[in-house]
């Protein structure tokens, strides 16, 4: 069984920056993927960010792309999502979601159908 806890989720102004971190524990990772979905109030979760735990290829959904990076520290189990430019519309839960198996293609790094361990979620609001 893996866990997933995210950490670094707070309230700024517009314009401002956060980063996110995701730690995973009861197996080392070495394959799969981990990705960011977010889930603001009254809106279906969405993909946010997703990196391939073989090559470190990332995606990016199109609203955050230019603004927000995913990297992966492989010794410390853990993802991240620095956020830059954070705009009002980026206020949500933001969960972290993994799966530890293979190689996954695009269409599957950016589904939430793709993952099978989520963490519990942190709050980004983006607020004036």
């Known amino acids: 069984q893996v866990l997933l806890v995210e950490s670094g989720g707070g309230f700024v102004q517009p314009g401002a920056s956060l980063r996110l971190s995701c730690a995973a524990s009861g197996r080392t990772i070495s394959a799969g993927a981990m990705g960011w979905f977010r889930q603001a109030p009254g809106k279906e979760r969405e993909f946010v960010a997703g990196?391939?735990?073989?090559?470190?290829?990332?995606f990016y959904s199109r609203s955050v792309r230019g603004r927000f990076t995913i990297s992966r520290d492989r010794a410390k189990n853990t993802a991240f999502l620095d956020m830059n430019s954070l705009k009002i519309e980026d206020t949500a839960v933001y969960f972290c979601?993994?799966?530890?198996?293979?190689?996954?293609?695009?269409?599957?790094?950016?589904?939430?159908?793709?993952?099978?361990?989520w963490g519990q979620g942190t709050q980004v609001t983006v607020s004036s």
């Open positions: 979601a993994g799966y530890f198996r293979g190689n996954p293609i695009m269409s599957t790094i950016t589904s939430p159908q793709g993952y099978e361990y």
């Open positions: 990196i391939r735990w073989s090559d470190n290829n990332a």
